[in-house]
């Protein structure tokens, strides 16, 4: 029989494509394994229209891409799913709900591998923590994929030991409480925490992520897309056991930087033609992740702030996730004019753009960044210095070990509703490039 390793991302182009990069690395060390990655099959977005389409129009030419790259990877989809997700559920719910509906499915495409092949590990993606039970009762062993940093991680299986320390929920804190016990992490306040731990109350997200917690305290082991040197200090705690006080912890292994350096969609962007024009290390490239979008009133405050900080820029402006498969309205989104008056010196580009080609552009010499950890490993591979400007799930809490304790970036002073106004960007620009 075959060794075979099975792969489970959850939804979202950045989730898939760190566990392409984790299956091309495991088959450059064993050549002979067969790796698989399921798909997640969709709701029935006919019925639930708030609920996103999660798997079809934005991965399937990846998924092409790949396979005819790199054949030794098979692709499964998930039979369809003929319940429909809450009307009522958020995006982050969704995450964990789409993953739980799959799970009769699943349990099933693991029986039949296992008939045929010898599954050696089964790696899931925190998001699909559901997987973790179906796959304990088929006595496989299955080990957590965290896509987000070392500290992020201390921080999510401190979890259990935080909710038992503190009654209450951090929502009824004061935003600038520090929580200074959190083995590994700097001390951080209470609003840059995740949004997933305010709530211990009525929040359904709280007692997933606690769950989650919990499992990968029980699993084989945690890999992490990071190598050592980045974060040591929270690798040394999760590693030591501080993290887990009360139990065992799982090996954790440091597998970073997973990072694919090639276009894998095939074509060459126009925004790399035009960065060809640009001087060396002159530009500021602006980009917030598949899923970061703004109003229009702080898009048109970014767009001030750029037009008056006077540097060359790269920015690529998507429309909410709901609204993902419409290009975004510029005439809405931006101020009268603002395209015919910086042209030459900044390029605006719709939805999408080939990151990591950016990165390593010669041209680009600063990257405002949502600090998503794909996008932080990026950066630091192009050795492109940062500005960090966070927007959802643990970004902030990146943000914070960033700035303050490895010093890759500079902070942007927001309001307490998150608005970054164009003066306080000229600022944080005008010293970016110097």
């Known amino acids: 029989m075959v060794d075979a390793i099975v792969l489970y991302p959850s939804s979202g182009r950045g989730h898939l494509n760190s566990m392409v990069e984790l299956g091309k690395l495991i088959l450059k060390h064993h050549p002979s394994f067969s790796i698989t990655i399921l798909i997640l099959s969709e709701p029935n977005t006919n019925t639930n229209s708030t609920a996103p389409n999660y798997v079809a129009s934005s991965t399937t030419q990846y998924i092409t891409t790949v396979n005819s790259t790199t054949p030794s990877i098979t692709f499964h989809h998930l039979s369809p799913i003929s319940e429909v997700p809450p009307r009522t559920a958020s995006p982050v719910e969704l995450c964990y709900l789409i993953p739980r509906l799959n799970n009769p499915n699943l349990h099933q495409t693991l029986k039949t591998i296992s008939q045929t092949s010898k599954l050696r590990a089964f790696i899931i993606d925190f998001f699909c923590d559901s997987a973790f039970e179906v796959a304990s009762n088929l006595d496989i062993p299955t080990y957590y994929f965290f896509t987000s940093s070392p500290s992020g991680l201390a921080a999510f299986l401190y979890r259990p030991t935080l909710h038992k320390k503190v009654d209450n929920s951090l929502k009824d804190l004061h935003g600038n409480m520090l929580l200074d016990d959190i083995p590994g992490l700097p001390p951080i ?51 030591g056991g501080l993290c887990v006080p009360h139990g065992p912890t799982p090996p954790i292994f440091c597998i970073g930087p997973l990072i694919s350096n090639t276009n894998q969609d095939g074509e060459e962007h126009e925004c790399l033609n035009w960065l060809n024009s640009q001087p060396s290390r002159s530009v500021v490239f602006l980009c917030f992740g598949s899923l970061g979008s703004f109003s229009e009133k702080q898009s048109k405050e970014i767009a001030v702030g750029l037009e008056n900080s006077g540097q060359r820029f790269l920015w690529v402006v998507r429309n909410s996730p709901l609204d993902k498969d419409k290009d975004p309205n510029l005439d ?22 080939p990151q990591v080609a950016v990165l390593s552009h010669d041209s680009v010499g600063g990257f405002v960044t949502h600090c998503g950890w794909n996008s932080v490993l990026e950066a630091v591979w192009c050795e492109v210095p940062m500005v960090g400007w966070p927007l959802y799930a643990e970004q902030r809490l990146n943000r914070v070990v960033l700035v303050e304790e490895t010093k890759l970036a500079l902070g942007l002073n927001d309001s307490e509703d998150g608005f970054v106004s164009a003066v306080g960007e000229i600022n944080t620009l005008g010293s970016f490039l110097k």
């Open 332 to 353: 809405e989104l931006l101020p009268k004019g603002f395209l015919e008056r910086t042209k030459g010196k900044g390029f605006v580009v719709k939805q999408w753009a």
């Open 189 to 239: 306040r209470v609003s840059d925490m995740p949004k997933t731990m305010f709530d211990r109350t009525s929040s359904k997200l709280y007692q997933y992520f606690l769950n989650t917690a919990t499992h990968m305290a029980k699993s084989n082991g945690l890999l992490v897309n990071t190598f050592d040197l980045l974060e040591t200090k929270a690798i040394k705690a999760i590693s």
